[in-house]
């Protein structure tokens, strides 16, 4: 094989080897020859050389070392064997300068000599450029060179059979060259990873040893092709499993092959191995040797040596990059939609009854019963203890019963203060059986049969007999306990709380949080635990794991409701022992396979309930799985510390670190010893850097102090064994495997090897992948292939424990990637939503919305999904997807805080955790969670297209020119809506939803939520002049909440952002420029009734209905034929006082309740409603209504209950005058709420496929040339409401241009509202609504026979937004209805609600007085 046309160049002794390589996509080559006979040094050495020639430019740099045959860290030859220029690295490597090359076309070459004494195999280099610093290497590996062939002849330069024969005469196969065959899928590629590393045994491997084994894979199967064996036989042995690979590699291991490449021109190999090249080897140089392509990889033939340590190339470091994407499988996000609608297990279930049950339910729910608990005592018998105190000068009651059939005794004395010693009971508290013990210390009272009524128990139609004790104690003792241990009536049993006696306190302690701590009532559930945690005298993890075992029986057992309290509780307290907030060990020593064995019952138990629970409490079950390690043969925990000792001839010496590392794990092992056995392997590969050792230790949280807090203390440094590193290193890599199934649940090797034998074939490609490459930069394939095995676990998770553990581990990888990642990427992070969105949904059980807004990211432009240049249009739709996704997480962190910041807050007070851990323990948990990973991507993306759509950081709903006032931090708008400030106030509220009203004194509202332009909270506020923006800049946001409880001024810019500065008071008080001006002198006058329970639409006149009616009555015949008003009947004013005419006791109820608010007792608008709600429609009203509605043409109700509906409906319509938020209003402006005259309009509902709100003038820039629009799916409601959080598709339109409509924000609701499609609504027609200058609309409800419903709407798939054309028309249509409108109501501005239904048919069903 000639290169550049040098053959013969290296002397006579020829190639042994040649290869070119292709860098930076294919520009540059770097050529390769194993030659015999060098002629550097001026030609004095013969023997071997390495040529390397390439064409890249500029100075450039060989970075090289030798390897053994037979693996090994790299080696530096002999200096009097260095090529010209040669300079040593860091005493690890050798650089040498490339020289110009006077020979052919390649521009640089250098050569280096290796003599025939040396022993090294191969050569490994990587390239690099002086000048820019950039490294040349194959995708973070290095170039890998044999040396030689030995024993081996090659005949000829070239062959011209297809076979040839070896030295003793047999037919040698040719082998294909690696142009012949084709790339190496990455899907074989994982699988065939998998099955060596399952072949081997499933070792424990580190992630360069991993990614070691991947390459090997990848070599095998290319030798296998070059031997002529096709893609499909090699995956049929995939499919076939491990066991037909052990069977295909013997088979293959006979074959004898030559390589005819060798006589080939030039070969260009680059093997594209599906998601990445694999690492650029010859696998076939062996092969040729041996005979057989696998024989030296194969762990069937030849277990391999233990891998290398990582290559000490400074390149070698892979940095994180999101890399190319493999591409996940093409599947409907919908498919992935868990449907919790099981009920819950306590129901399902048919439970054995048991006898104490009716009991402890009553002590639970009796006030009288100040303390209860519930012990098992085996065989399914329990014990009842409960203190009763029913007055204050009442004794305490202590009171035991139990169900076993035993004779049993109570062995009890006393407790005063803190103490847990026993005192002997004195003679008040003995009753007529009691025996005091001899010694002085206790008493014995035997149990009795009980002949209380409550100790009637009957089930199955027998009775049980209960044993009962009762011991009365005076109310002014000073006694603060009993304790008490049950012995059978022979004496050869005993019972007691664990390790601990049982204890019945007499006062119930409260732990005081200090002050402005929440006060947090425990619960029976969590009592038990404190108890167990406090009180317990002996207590280790063993203890901590049996009691969670056993509770967790008593949860599935409906004991502990709600369930899904029930099993939070259980993971705030194994998540606080697992983070060490809860002692390991506390006077009482567990022997490794104590503690193994008590891991595994509970982890097993753990994987049980999992299976059985529904919803949020199936979500806790999986998580209480990542506190635990497996547990299991924990014996070998014991045992292989001291092999490993007695291999390596180390004595067991006191005083050394080994011994004291041997006499904990002996004593007591803990997860700590997984970190401690990471560290000294650190400290043992570094060559005994006490500081690496130190900084593995920190890493895990582990510090002196600690390790000489253990029972068997740590106090001594490890010492390094020169001559025994590597065994020991060999050793302890194996022993670090034993901990970690012992001890590191979620650990990846631990678990991939635990759950080989359930997972599925098709998972393990993706598995094997993901093992060999997650500690790669090429973050993306990584994440993609680790999320495509969990799916394929998603139908068996509840089947296995060990699959439940492999799928944390692999979330695992996916989080830890995405956080490498997300930071270094810049926009192109927005490549790693997909696979994040989609691990988030295979984590959480309520993943509905997850999966749409996986959908909706999913329908992006290739572009946005890439973080790449996109348009306007393009940006806008992704950042409807971003706010969804937003929600959708902020939803998973609410839910996870207010589930667990109580229960954490009550367990971790009183056992003692920092309180820092119990202040951020939601916090963390939510940190520590796959939701967490989506928004660090989230932030990057919604970046990048905020500023392509040209959004900016800033969503100025209510414009103002300036605005003075006193600046207030508060959780919730919501929350102070009924608050009236006494100055200038601006509010930052972390919340706000568009239906609050702005509370009174109020002249700005600033947050992060932005509800619809057109809610009620946004109408308002520029209906009073008050500053209403949406604030995206979190710095900003942050800046804002430092300024609370001080002055500043803020003002609208003309770019649509907010600016602001501080001010003192007095500038302040000065101002007199502050918004949140009223419309002065304003009055209500109440109309007569017409006498007239129902009026048609010719009778909408002044003073009989509202303007919402008669504006309506007023478009007939002034619209184009397309656009529909809707067949309308009304109720008008004085109805509702003529109603209560009827009502007598109803009206002097409500009068009552009237002027309690007029006294300022706020409660009465809720009694008020509920009075309305009471009362009855008269007959007659109920008659006229029901001709009206026929001689309009509205569908009449069918039966009484339909009447039932509609009536219900017109009196909540009457009684939504009584509502907060009208009369917040209504005060505001002067007004008497009592005052307002309701008309009620009532039509037939029209079914709409969108509903929109128009305002033909932009109430944003009061641009009165231009239409401002919001549409939404579904009712109307979506919008005016403020109920439905997100954006509507919101666009504007001129009105000299209506038919180009321009789209301001896309949808980003994730629901809409619904009703049937038979049902009737009634709308609010207040004439508090016709006041000039006074926003009124909103005010008052409407309301629909039937029930109006919310459900999930995919606009990812909505014509409205997927069909650009259909859109465009839509909304030109709708533009078209406004502008006819206003003119036909003479050119004042309206606002106006409509419908579009299925035909695509529009109706107008209001239109009022834009304010």
């Avoid at 390397?52 to 970075?63: A, E, F, K, S, Y």
């Avoid at 390239?127 to 170039?143: A, L, T």
């Avoid at 759950?755 to 994440?783: C, D, E, R, T």
């Avoid at 676990?793 to 956080?819: F, K």
Wanted: negative net charge; hydrophobic residues 40%; charged residues 25%.
């Amino acid at each position: 094989e000639a290169l550049d046309g040098r053959a013969g160049a290296a002397g006579e002794g020829g190639r042994l080897y040649a290869r070119q390589y292709k860098v930076e996509n294919n520009k540059y080559t770097i050529n390769v020859e194993t030659v015999m006979g060098s002629t550097s040094r001026g030609g004095d050495q013969a023997g071997r050389a390495v040529v390397v020639t390439t064409d890249i430019p500029g100075r450039l740099l060989l970075h090289w070392g030798l390897e053994s045959a037979d693996g090994g860290s790299w080696k530096l030859p002999p200096s009097a064997s260095w090529p010209e220029g040669t300079s040593e690295y860091k005493r690890r490597a050798l650089q040498t300068p490339f020289a110009e090359n006077s020979n052919g076309t390649v521009k640089q070459r250098v050569e280096v000599p290796v003599g025939d004494g040396e022993s090294a195999g191969y050569l490994n280099f990587v390239v690099k450029d002086m000048e820019s610093g950039r490294w040349y290497d194959i995708h973070g590996g290095n170039f890998h060179i044999p040396l030689g062939l030995e024993g081996v002849t090659l005949k000829s330069a070239g062959y011209s059979s297809s076979e040839s024969e070896d030295e003793d005469g047999d037919e040698i196969a040719m082998l294909l060259s690696f142009d012949e065959i084709p790339d190496v899928p990455q899907d074989l590629a994982g699988v065939w990873s998998y099955m060596k590393w399952e072949a081997s045994g499933c070792p424990n491997r580190s992630g360069e040893e991993s990614d070691r084994e991947y390459q090997n894979a990848i070599q095998e199967i290319q030798g296998f092709l070059r031997q002529g064996c096709g893609l499909d036989a090699l995956r049929a042995v995939s499919d076939a499993g491990v066991g037909r690979y052990k069977e295909f590699v013997a088979e293959r291991a006979g074959m004898k092959f030559a390589d005819r490449a060798r006589g080939e021109q030039q070969v260009d190999v680059q093997v594209e191995v599906g998601r990445e090249a694999g690492k650029e080897t010859d696998p076939l140089v062996d092969a040729v040797h041996e005979g057989s392509a696998t024989a030296a990889s194969s762990p069937a033939v030849s277990p391999p040596a233990p891998p290398a340590p990582a290559p000490p190339a400074p390149s070698a470091q892979e940095s994180a990059y999101v890399g190319d994407s493999g591409g996940l499988r093409q599947q409907n996000p919908l498919g992935l939609i868990r449907r919790s609608g099981a009920p819950r297990l306590s129901e399902v279930h048919q439970k054995t009854p048991k006898p104490l049950e009716p009991l402890w339910k009553a002590a639970r729910e009796e006030e009288d019963c100040i303390w209860h608990r519930v012990y098992s005592l085996g065989s399914k018998a329990e014990l009842l203890v409960s203190v009763w105190k029913e007055g204050e000068d009442e004794p305490y009651r202590v009171v035991l019963t139990t169900d076993t059939a035993s004779d049993v005794v109570m062995h009890w004395g006393v407790r005063k203060g803190s103490g847990r010693d026993w005192k002997q009971p004195e003679d008040a508290l003995l009753t007529q059986v009691t025996e005091l013990v001899p010694g002085g210390k206790a008493a014995e009272t035997p149990f009795e049969g009980c002949t209380d009524d409550e100790c009637h128990i009957e089930i199955g139609g027998s009775i049980v007999p209960l044993q009962r004790i009762e011991i009365h104690v005076p109310s002014d003792t000073n006694l603060s306990a009993l304790s008490f241990a049950l012995r059978s009536g022979d004496g050869s049993r005993w019972w007691k709380d664990g390790v601990s006696d049982f204890v019945a306190p007499l006062t119930q302690r409260k732990k005081d949080g200090g002050e402005g701590a929440p006060v947090v009532e425990t619960d029976e559930l969590m009592q038990r635990i404190i108890d167990a945690e406090v009180k317990s005298g002996g207590w280790t993890l063993m203890h901590r794991f049996n009691l969670a075992a056993d509770l967790l029986d008593d949860v599935v057992q409906g004991r502990y409701e709600p369930m899904e309290k029930a099993m939070a509780t259980i993971y705030v307290w194994l998540r606080y022992s697992a983070t060490r907030q809860l002692t390991w060990q506390r006077n009482y020593n567990t022997q490794p396979r104590i503690l193994g064995a008590a891991q595994e019952r509970l982890t097993h138990k753990i994987s049980e309930v999992y299976s059985k629970l529904t919803g949020r409490a199936k979500e806790w079950a999986r998580l209480c799985l990542t506190t635990v390690g497996r547990g299991g043969n924990a014996q070998a925990v014991r045992d292989e510390i001291l092999n490993i000792m007695h291999r390596n001839k180390i004595s067991e010496v006191k005083g050394t670190w080994m011994e004291e590392f041997h006499q904990k794990l002996h004593n007591n092992t803990t997860p700590d010893d997984v970190g401690i056995c990471e560290a000294y392997l650190a400290f043992l590969r570094t060559g005994g850097d006490i500081g690496a050792y130190w900084g593995v230790l920190s890493d895990h949280g582990i510090d002196r102090e600690r390790l000489e807090s253990f029972d068997r203390a740590i106090v001594t440094l490890p010492v390094f064994f020169a001559d025994k590193k590597d065994a020991l290193i060999r050793d302890f890599e194996h022993y670090l495997g034993i901990l970690k199934a012992t001890h590191s649940g979620a650990d990846l090797q631990a678990s991939a090897s635990a759950a080989s034998g359930f997972i599925p074939s098709s998972s393990k490609s993706y598995l094997g992948y993901v093992l060999g490459q997650q500690g790669s930069g090429n973050i993306l394939p990584v994440m993609e292939a680790a999320v495509e095995c969990r799916t394929e676990l998603n139908g068996i998770l509840g089947d296995h424990r060990e699959t439940m553990y492999l799928d944390l581990a692999l979330e695992n990888v996916v989080r830890s990637a995405a956080e490498r990642g997300a930071g270094s990427s810049g926009a192109g992070a927005a490549a790693l939503m997909e696979p994040l969105l989609q691990n988030l949904a295979l984590s959480v059980e309520d993943n509905e919305e997850i999966c749409y807004c996986l959908k909706a990211w999913q329908e992006l432009d290739g572009n946005v999904k890439r973080g790449g240049r996109v348009s306007k249009d393009q940006a806008l739709r992704g950042m409807a997807v971003v706010e969804r996704i937003q929600r959708a997480l902020a939803g998973i962190s609410d839910i996870t805080s207010n589930s667990l910041q109580d229960i954490s807050y009550a367990i971790g007070t009183a056992c003692g955790c920092d309180d820092w851990a119990v202040q951020l323990f939601a916090e963390e948990v939510v940190r520590g969670g796959p939701a967490f990973a989506v928004s660090l991507v989230l932030t990057a993306v919604e970046q990048n297209l905020r500023h392509a759509a040209d959004l900016g950081s800033w969503q100025v709903i209510s414009p103002v020119r300036e605005t003075v006032g006193k600046l207030v931090v508060v959780p919730n708008l919501h929350e102070v809506a009924d608050t009236v400030y006494d100055e200038p106030t601006i509010l930052l509220a972390a919340h706000v939803s568009g239906e609050e009203e702005p509370p009174l004194g109020s002249v700005g509202i600033l947050s992060r939520d932005a509800p619809d332009v057109l809610s009620h909270l946004s109408v308002r506020c520029r209906n009073v002049k008050a500053l209403f923006a949406a604030c995206y800049d979190a710095d900003a946001l942050e800046q804002l909440a430092d300024l609370n409880g001080k002055y500043v001024a803020m003002a609208t810019t003309a770019a649509g952002a907010v600016s602001w500065k501080e001010v003192n008071e007095a500038d302040a008080s000065s101002s007199d420029s502050n918004g949140g001006s009223l419309p002065q002198n304003l009055s209500i006058q109440k109309p007569k009734w017409c006498k007239k329970y129902a009026v048609g639409m010719d009778e909408f006149t002044d003073g009989v209905v509202g303007a919402k009616s008669r504006n309506l009555a007023g478009l007939r015949n002034k619209l184009p034929d397309w656009i529909n008003l809707p067949a309308s009947v009304a109720l008008p004013f004085g109805s509702f006082d003529a109603a209560l005419d009827s009502n007598k006791e109803v009206a002097k109820e409500l009068k009552k309740a009237v002027k309690d608010v007029h006294g300022g007792d706020l409660t009465g608008l809720e009694r008020a409603r509920e009075i309305i709600m009471g009362m009855r429609v008269p007959d007659a009203a109920r008659k006229e209504l029901e001709a009206g509605m026929v001689s309009s043409g509205i569908p009449v109700p069918k039966d009484d209950e339909a009447w039932c509906h509609a009536l219900r409906s017109l009196k909540a319509v009457w009684a939504s005058k009584y509502n907060e938020r009208a009369y917040t209003s209504t005060k505001r402006v002067g007004l008497d709420f009592n005052d307002v005259s309701m008309a009620v309009l009532v039509q037939q509902v029209v079914q709409p496929k969108y509903a929109f709100v128009i305002h033909t003038v932009n109430p944003i820039s009061g641009d009165e040339s231009e239409i401002y629009i919001e549409l939404v799916a579904g009712l109307g409601e979506a919008i005016v409401s403020g109920t439905v959080p997100g954006s509507a598709l919101a666009f504007t339109a001129r009105k000299d241009d209506l038919d180009n409509p321009q789209i301001v924000l896309y949808p980003s609701k994730s629901k809409g509202m619904f009703v049937r499609d038979d049902s009737l609504i009634f709308r609010s027609d207040s004439n508090g609504e016709d006041l000039e200058g006074y926003a009124g609309a909103g005010l008052y409800d409407s309301v629909t026979t039937a029930v109006m419903t919310e459900e999930v709407v995919d606009y990812s798939s909505d014509r409205i937004v997927a069909d650009a054309e259909y859109a465009r028309e839509i909304m030109s249509k709708v533009a078209h209805v406004g502008a006819a409108i206003e003119a036909a109501l003479g050119g004042a501005p309206q606002d106006i609600e409509g419908v579009v239904d299925a035909s695509d048919n529009v109706t107008v069903v209001q239109t009022r007085p834009q304010m």
